[in-house]
């Protein structure tokens, strides 16, 4: 039996009959963009969130993008993001004329080392983007009293952490105005391309919906060089759908994580995920580590189950980002994992014998 990296089965099954009303809701009120249904997703995943509000984007790119327009991060300034990440949280920051300023992870959680924050400050940094990564909670205490001390805004990037938390908080709540996707893939996932960004300040808020739809807020009359970056009606339609589910789903996520920790632990080198005490997991990815990463991808492909490595090539490194001067050996720790790192299958849904085939497979390749 074929094991894919990932299946959307299960959980479609589960959400067909209310995917299709949605759909037909919308089609029929015959009103696709800026409408009803973003008004009352944006409103229940604010509540998820516990944040005061939550404004629909067009992706996760685009919204990391609003949020450090809205705080006024731009040409000059730097901003402090992980070596270890998607390129998306840099992109972000190159996209205001901001430089991207490297801090590696802590090589037990695969977060931004918090230890390490200080000593990337220059008179040029005005914000911290820690990442969730994986969906563990990063140290969010640690990052406030840093961003506070040197006065820099804290953007999170929680596009891979729906609902964890760090002492009890939930992400995507402690910065002053943080991002989201809702690709398919991730934990919380729309049908095509969706986002959001999260905040409690009333201002910033505003400045985010303004500049997702054209810096307006009324139409015509423009306050900003806005974007179109907006959040459609069908797929906030079907985001409240799965915002449902997503607690559930989660759990489903922790469970075979948890089967994984027991069946794969004194398995040859490999190092299994660890989660800070103070943090919860999520895991929109369960990332294995081996030297003999490459070995084992093939050997699994061979025996038919998928896996995919997040990410093969640090940002650093990536030819779009060779102006930044840095080269191999410029970021020690997140070279290094990304060439051991190999994500296993996990979605909602998936078997107990499935998963059990996937680490029965691991053991014999051991
Ligand atoms: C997926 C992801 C993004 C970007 O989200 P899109 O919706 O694909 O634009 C940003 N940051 C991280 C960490 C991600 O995993």
Redesign the pocket.
Same mark, same amino acid.
């Given at each position: 039996m074929n094991i894919p990296f990932l299946s959307f089965d299960a959980v479609n099954r589960q959400i067909k009959t209310e995917i299709t009303r949605a759909f037909e809701t919308v089609f029929d009120d015959a009103w696709y963009i800026m409408g009803k249904q973003l008004t009352a997703f944006e409103q229940e995943y604010a509540a998820f969130n516990k944040v005061q509000h939550a404004i629909g984007i067009s992706? @996760? +790119?685009d919204a +990391?993008h609003i949020a450090l327009k809205a705080v006024g991060v731009g040409a000059g300034d730097e901003v402090i993001v992980p070596s270890h #990440? &998607?390129i =998306? #949280?840099a992109l972000a920051v190159s996209y205001v004329g901001a430089t991207p300023v490297f801090v590696e992870p802590d090589p037990l959680t695969y977060n931004i080392d918090v230890t390490k924050i200080e000593a990337a400050i220059s008179s040029r940094t005005k914000a911290i983007m820690p990442?969730h +990564?994986y969906g563990q909670a990063c140290n969010m205490e640690a990052i406030e009293k840093i961003a506070a001390k040197h006065q820099l805004t804290i953007i999170e990037?929680n =596009?891979?952490a729906h609902g964890a938390t760090w002492n009890q908080k939930i992400t995507g709540s402690w910065g002053h105005i943080n991002a989201t996707?809702f &690709?398919p893939g991730?934990n919380l996932g729309a049908l095509g391309?969706a @986002?959001a960004v999260t905040t409690n300040d009333a201002a910033l808020a505003a400045r985010a919906s303004m500049l997702r739809n054209y810096g307006s807020v009324k139409k015509y009359h423009h306050e900003l060089i806005g974007y179109n970056q907006r959040l459609d009606e069908l797929q906030a339609a079907f985001l409240r759908v799965k915002l449902n589910y997503l607690q559930e789903w989660t759990l489903q996520r922790q469970s075979i994580a948890a089967q994984y920790n027991e069946l794969l632990k004194d398995v040859g080198d490999l190092v299994l995920p660890a989660v800070a005490p103070e943090a919860t997991h999520v895991y929109h990815l369960y990332v294995i580590r081996t030297a003999q990463r490459d070995a084992l991808q093939t050997y699994l492909q061979q025996q038919g189950i998928g896996t995919l490595i997040h990410y093969p090539i640090p940002v650093h490194l990536q030819e779009a980002y060779q102006s930044l001067g840095y080269a191999k050996g410029s970021f020690p720790l997140a070279e290094t994992i990304a060439s051991t790192c190999l994500s296993l299958p996990v979605w909602p849904g998936m078997s107990t014998g499935e998963v059990e085939q996937v680490a029965q497979k691991i053991r014999s390749f051991f």
């Open positions: 992706n @996760g +790119l +990391l #990440t &998607y =998306a #949280t990442v +990564l990037d =596009a891979q996707s &690709y991730k391309d @986002g």
